[in-house]
């Protein structure tokens, strides 16, 4: 039987998505339990499918390329929906798990490495991840990681970083605009993050807050900070990146913090308790919330 609409393979789009999720063919072959090669021949089958390049091979590792950056997300959103379907089929015996939701660019940066320290002292209790860039109604995570405004008398949400903002780009993206302080900002290319289900700051409450007008150069708007992330790392403009999550981009080299000056956080990065939540995910929860003190 013919595959629906024309779909790419679905052994292709799992190593595709293992891949993106780790930006390693080896270590996503160790997941699926299959040789390197045979990642990277899938791969390169859905990009001879796709007629697009959905890596950059590098020496040191890939990277996903804007187009494997689009469809990482879309992916994740549909493996969501998969998840949620097994999880309401599954056997009461199931219900230990502890699933936590966040959005791309908390898991890839800053969640995953969490709970890999978090097994490391607590190997008998399953944390499974939720990423969702978009509001997941009628969710099933028992905990979930919100950035915004939370009242002061909410009990459940306990706040895990509360960081500033800078301008961040490639070092050659830097140099190309004599980029030394803020103002030189003002008419490069920027990109924007527009988002209205989350309430992530803009470039104009950043140079408000500097005492700066709004920018005028050419404006690149996604939808998605991992994609805005990914677009950066490609040089095609400077972007907002929070000191919390952007640490890894930038030991490795691949953005630099164009100018000094930086815009305190409106909002912290806070972790929600469902009411439902099981002991286990408790746990995690206090585990989660102590590493940041």
């Not at 969640?111 to 860039?133: G, K």
Request: net charge negative; glycine share 8%.
């Amino acid at each position: 039987m013919a595959r629906p609409y024309n779909l790419p393979s679905m052994t292709s789009l799992v190593c595709f998505e293992a891949a993106a999720r780790r930006l390693s063919f080896k270590e996503a072959a160790a997941e699926l339990n299959v040789t390197p090669a045979a990642v990277s021949h899938q791969i390169k089958g859905l990009e001879a499918e796709l007629a697009r390049p959905l890596f950059r091979r590098q020496h040191r590792g890939v990277d996903l390329t804007e187009t494997g950056a689009y469809l990482f997300v879309a992916l994740q959103r549909g493996f969501e929906g998969m998840s949620d379907a097994v999880r309401e089929i599954r056997v009461a015996a199931e219900s230990e798990d502890v699933v936590i939701q966040a959005t791309t660019t908390v898991s890839a940066f800053w969640l995953t490495p969490q709970i890999a320290a978090f097994w490391r002292s607590h190997p008998d209790i399953v944390v499974s991840q939720m990423v969702s860039d978009v509001t997941v109604v009628g969710g099933r995570a028992d905990l979930g990681i919100h950035y915004g405004a939370v009242d002061a008398d909410d009990e459940t949400h306990r706040l895990l970083f509360h960081d500033e903002i800078v301008a961040v780009g490639t070092p050659a993206y830097v140099a190309a605009h004599g980029i030394t302080r803020a103002e030189d900002l003002l008419h490069t290319p920027l990109i924007h993050l527009v988002a209205e289900e989350t309430d992530w700051t803009g470039w104009p409450e950043w140079f408000d807050s500097l005492g700066l007008g709004a920018p005028t150069g050419p404006r690149l708007a996604v939808n998605n900070h991992m994609i805005a992330l990914q677009l950066a790392r490609d040089g095609a403009g400077a972007v907002l990146g929070w000191t919390g999550l952007i640490g890894p981009l930038l030991e490795s080299g691949e953005l630099m913090i164009a100018v000094p000056d930086r815009m305190p956080s409106p909002h912290g990065f806070y972790l929600r308790t469902h009411p439902r939540a099981s002991a286990r995910a408790c746990t995690f929860r206090d585990w989660l919330v102590a590493a940041q003190r």
